[in-house]
């Protein structure tokens, strides 16, 4: 599936109640489920575990410790489902 993944840095605990952390990817839901595991080129595995406001149809928010670094992953990639 193409989507427009961007990085975030945010602190606390996902939609899910999961600490944020590496490979926590927030979706929306109707498009991607929460729990599903996915491949993400230039980031690596990651899980469908939080949800957010500006997070609507194909995007996804990929979990980056590095602020600097979460706001340069700006990109469109094809991800893998497993």
């Given at each position: 599936?193409?989507?427009y993944a961007t990085g975030?840095?945010?602190k606390g605990?996902?939609?899910?109640?999961?600490?944020v952390g590496p490979g926590i990817v927030a979706?929306?839901?109707s498009v991607i489920p929460l729990g599903t595991r996915m491949?993400?080129?230039g980031y690596g595995e990651g899980v469908a575990a939080d949800t957010g406001g500006s997070i609507r149809g194909?995007?996804?928010d990929v979990w980056i410790?590095?602020?600097s670094q979460a706001a340069l992953f700006n990109r469109t990639v094809t991800?893998?489902?497993h």
């Open positions: 599936m193409s989507v975030y840095c945010l605990s996902t939609a899910t109640g999961l600490p979706v929306d839901p491949t993400i080129p194909a995007r996804i410790k590095s602020c991800i893998t489902f």
